[in-house]
């Protein structure tokens, strides 16, 4: 009996779109994805390998000093599914729309149905069920049941290796670049299996493509109405440049591997909505989706569309610490754990970095990137984004608590926390606001990408201010260790005073946080005069339009209210009003924080339809253009708006809050969290809210605002 | 008798580098510029035509709505001076470093005199004379005398076209940038002629070059030493897009025409420094070059090199407006007139641009262009740099009112003004500033360059404030034909109301004009710690690293202080001491201005050095970067030292003044002016101030603070 909580199929997605179901149906398991195109379709399909890119110089009309010098490119490879299938006449069967695509999130499977015809007619049905191995991740299992329909002769059905043709350049900045110079070599072939060399010769990355199919790749044979052929072919994706993997799996082993780690997955960290299947399919889907998505060995991390599709270059961003990593942390503490030490790899980059921009010691992570160098071309909207730094020191010191795990931060949090804050410290100066020396930052670029190069935007500040006072607590529990960091004591005592002083502007007519020294100076955009079609305003509007208006494309202050949860009630609420007015929800990543923050402000209204548009944005294409990849950070903002939301889950004091506030709509909310070792489950109802300890050792909690202790 | 101010030689200048030369002793026409190379140098030499380039897309790493689209190239083209000189083994004769160069700005004509020599030693002596036609201004004449020193046998030589050869692309955003898409053709060759057309198929673009040379493009003949060979080439350069010359031209009235021109010239505008023979000469120099530099036909401007060079890819700056124009405005108001013209022509490409970054009424004139089309790729420091509308406005109201051309006013500067102050309307918003509401101008770039998107930037507001206060009072003054260009009554008020809340920072504890909101809040840059070699250090730091700091590029606050005159004394002296201490003039558009400045404030020193370094910058390549050409605005910067600082000149409630800030160094200074028709000579010495009325009728000026009448 399946689970149809987690079934997706046709009926939960709003398009039919080839290119739109190959991104959401896309299979993954953090190594590579296989968009889940047609086999037929030469377009719609493709392997994306985390971390595979290839450079080429930045091509700026005018360059300055210091500016990211290379482009980092992830490259679409060749569709692992891909079957060419032709008639006795050597023409082409072509699918059209499936008639059915069933992605069994509970085992990992993905079933789909094509009619098939050519171009006299003639039918036949094509089944695919494919599998990606988990703890076998270099491996895929596809098999095919073509059934005739109507044709009756000689049928040729060919699997092969094709590189996928680019489209062409754009300036869309989320569309991906064309490259050009891929080296590709056929290094071994014979009639039961080809294997595909692709050099990236200026990255100097390579990647070993393999298809084994023991009834051979290219087979002919007549077929009869009614009859059913079935072959089963097995893909492999080597490391980026190691070797294929030598070891051998049968198909048997790859589809118990999967369902084992889904089974695994489900058991720790399912999150049940009930009264609302729809809601809970795509709440599922999404946490499927980023446990595929992410990086698992430590070397790379989340692309912004995971791997379902090569949209943003294949780079990683803050989305990875700020929007995914909670659910990860809760949920699968050890992928987490992956995902900070590839920021732990990339700190000689950053410190490179931090030199770049003038800073005379600790590190500054790069904006957008996959190697760990800065590969953006725009610096006011992505070096000048500072606060990526307090983030990953604010995901490093929540995996920590969240988990217990010390031997990371020893390993390399410590490091991360000490390298970052000492940024901040060499960053920032100390400046007099109304008469009194506070510790600024000029030149700084929020989240909100519609305002940039401000002084003291209250989000940077907030969070570099968290940055340094987590120096300051980490270094003196561990002074030996801080000291080898360049945490002596005087540099944790000008920390602790640089980060008791650091400036938070704040507007006292309005009586809210601003989320810069001048934001509210400049006036309102003029949104009664911008018409629906204008939106996203990036593509309609010039950068020098959006900078002079109050205008924001995500929660920027907000964001920091949410994660600090430090604004007493009554701001809180001018707050959000104020800024709700003057947002677009332009970024994917901006919905999210509105519904949870408004979820524990008990604007249950609010909360529950951001919750909507945030947790099926791809399955309703909200932001339309899912078929370049998932939006990866929107997903964890879909767990954040559930748990951190409606279930009020956050730390406060180093003690676990939880707090209902279950939407009217809604029966019951199950959800599994791993907490310092712990297996919780919240049960959450309109009356009630349990907390059970499924596995671990005691603990109390604080839940609707009453301690409770909990044991098994 | 030559006068020996007007003669600059090899001892005028710092380096004998053939580049370098090329580019001190070009020579110009406004229409053309033919670089002084050693004939037989193929890399040193060249012609640039004001105004011809090629068009190319501009390449973004990331581009963004409304960002510029095309590079406009100024292109290098043949050398017109080039020769190959063979021995009897068709080996080369190459020239040594020139045994002198004198260049007459008397009669500009150019007498050059290289050694050569063949592999084996045989040695030559070239003498080359070449003029500019100057009302001709399609023409040259340039004369060889090839004299034999030891060379005995068959001598070849030859006059062609050739196209130079493009340097490697760089980084540097001051150097050109190498071209592919030209289209060259001879198309027409004969024994005496050759003519080539060049096409920029892109911008569609053509140019047509030709030499003529009555004793035959190729000569072969013997020759013994002390024989002498002379030679004669007539080049000429046809306009854009249009056919070449038919006129035919004599060497003679080359001569004539060119000389008449000079001596008009220097009679209506000479400048003479009594006692500094050097400084005398460089700023003759200057106003030759200056001269030379700008295009007369209303189609074309000064490119920020003149016609001496393609650095900066030929484009116009406000440059023109605010560093060259006061100097064409007082000494040649018909070029002036030209140069206004140009913008009036491109008035229809900055109606566009002003839609392009969201102003729904009036102009937005390029930050940098050829054809009136943006052609910066780094908005931050060019379309952010909105002032350029105002220096425009400025240097119309300017022209009028010191040259008295009301036709111009009528045929183009009110519309100039009109668009120009509509922009500014609506550009602007009303915000309050301490309680009181103020019309704010935010995101703006000012002059320093080492500052970007700031909010009320002084500079750019003061202008802004006077570009509408022009648009108020020509408007009422000439109601009807305001209203044509959309300054009807309510819009008039309107402006006015702007204008008169302007917000202007000033920071109370300091006493002195700010340069922006929050310029002062930000830290000092660490002067002390930065080595000599670090400079400019636009080449050296991140632009986030200089713009989080408090240092200058140029002047930016006291250059409105400048203009505008109207700052109390002891607060322009607080003014200048703070910004000079944080200005690095890295832009070669700083010293002059602080130079008059100084001079006016009575601080004879400062006034000194600094125009000590403005006036011979590139005679002794201050900023080390003469090769790429000169520095047109600086050349007008030294002439506003001299004139509107040591002589004081401006116009005070339309009245023109003069204030005797001789120099102690000098014995005397003559000025020569042209104001509103009359011509004017102003000599000071040190104990007197004399004003003599040339030419015209009679008119009351203001000298050393008394009222004087003037008549002939």
Not at 172 to 179: A, E, G, L, S, V
Not at 192 to 208: C, D, F, H, L, N
Not at 445 to 465: F, H, I, Q
Request: aromatic residues 10%.
């Amino acid at each position: 009996m399946k689970d149809l909580s987690k079934m997706m199929t046709l009926a939960d997605v709003s398009s039919q779109k080839p290119a739109y179901l190959a991104t959401i149906f896309a299979q993954g398991n953090g190594h590579f994805g296989m968009r889940a195109s047609a086999p037929t379709d030469a377009e719609s399909g493709g392997t994306i390998v985390n971390g595979f890119y290839e450079s080429s110089p930045i091509q700026y009309g005018e360059k300055a000093f210091g500016y990211a010098e290379n482009n980092q490119t992830a490259v679409l490879l060749p569709d692992l599914r891909r079957m060419s299938i032709r008639n006795a006449e050597e023409q082409p069967f072509l699918a059209e729309a499936p008639s059915s695509l069933k992605f069994d999130l509970a085992s990992g499977e993905l079933r789909g149905v094509w009619p098939l015809r050519d171009p006299s007619g003639s039918r036949l049905e094509l089944t695919v069920v494919s599998v990606l191995g988990q703890t076998l991740d270099q491996f895929a299992l596809i098999t095919y049941q073509l059934r005739s329909v109507d044709y009756r002769g000689l049928l040729t059905v060919s699997n092969h290796l094709t590189m996928p043709v680019f489209g062409a350049a754009t300036d869309d900045p989320r569309q991906p670049r064309p490259i050009h110079t891929l080296q590709v070599s056929a290094t071994q072939k014979d009639a039961v299996s080809e294997t595909m060399r692709i050099k990236a010769p200026t990255s100097g990355q390579q990647i070993t493509l393999k298809l084994a199919c023991q009834d051979g790749l290219d087979r002919v044979q007549p077929i009869v109405p009614e009859q059913v052929l079935t072959r089963a072919v097995i893909a492999s994706v080597s490391r980026i440049n190691r070797q294929a993997s030598r070891k051998r799996v049968t198909p048997d082993a790859l589809q118990a591997d999967a369902k084992q780690f889904w089974t695994d997955f489900w058991a720790k960290a399912d999150v049940q909505i009930e009264g609302a299947p729809a809601l809970n399919r795509a709440l599922h889907f999404n946490l499927f989706q980023l446990v595929s998505s992410a990086g698992r060995g430590g070397l790379t991390n989340v692309a912004a569309k995971g791997v379902s599709g090569v949209g943003y270059e294949g780079h990683y961003f803050w989305d990875t610490e700020m929007y995914m990593l909670p659910f990860y942390t809760y949920a699968t503490p050890d992928i987490a754990k992956a995902l900070l030490t590839y920021r732990y790899h990339v700190l000689p980059q950053a410190k490179k970095q931090a030199r770049i921009v003038g800073v005379k010691d600790g590190a500054l992570f790069s904006w957008r990137t996959i190697n760990g160098e800065e590969a953006s071309a725009y610096f006011p909207a992505s070096t000048a984004q500072f606060h990526i730094d307090a983030d990953i020191a604010y995901a490093v010191d929540r995996y920590v608590q969240v988990t217990g795990d010390e031997t990371f931060l020893h390993a390399c949090g410590l490091e991360i926390i000490a390298e970052t804050a000492k940024f901040w410290l060499h960053f920032g100066a100390w400046s007099p606001v109304d008469g009194k020396q506070r510790f600024c930052f000029f030149d700084v670029t929020g989240p909100d990408e519609y305002s940039a190069m401000v002084n003291n935007n209250y989000y940077t500040n907030r969070m570099a201010k968290h940055n340094l006072s987590l120096a300051v607590d980490w270094g003196r529990r561990f002074p030996e260790e801080a000291q080898q960091f360049g945490l002596d004591d005087a540099t944790l005592t000008a920390m602790a005073k640089a980060a008791a002083a650091v400036e938070l502007p704040f507007d006292a007519q309005l009586g809210i946080n601003a989320q810069d020294d001048e934001a509210f100076k400049k006036p309102i955009w003029p949104f009664a005069d911008t018409p629906k079609d204008k939106y996203p305003l990036l593509l309609h509007y010039h950068p020098l339009t959006l900078y002079r208006y109050q205008v924001n494309k995500q929660a920027d202050t907000l964001l920091a209210d949410y994660l600090f949860d430090d604004v007493p009630a009554a701001q809180l609420r001018r707050e959000y009003a104020y800024y709700e007015k003057i947002t677009t929800h332009d970024s994917s990543l901006s919905r999210s924080i509105f519904s949870a923050l408004a979820a524990r402000m008990g604007d249950e209204k609010r909360a529950y339809d951001y919750f909507m548009d945030t947790v099926r944005m791809d399955l309703i294409d909200l932001q339309g253009n899912a078929t370049d990849g998932l939006h990866v950070a929107n997903l964890g903002g879909s767990w954040l708006s559930v748990v951190t939301g409606f279930a009020g889950v956050r730390r406060r004091s180093g003690q676990l809050v939880i707090e209902n506030h279950l939407p009217k709509a809604w029966r019951k909310l199950v959800i599994n969290l791993q907490y310092q070792g712990r297996h919780l489950r919240l049960t959450l109802t309109h009356n009630k809210t349990v907390v059970d300890l499924v596995e671990g050792t005691p603990l109390t909690v604080r839940v609707d605002g009453q301690e409770r202790p909990l044991k098994n």
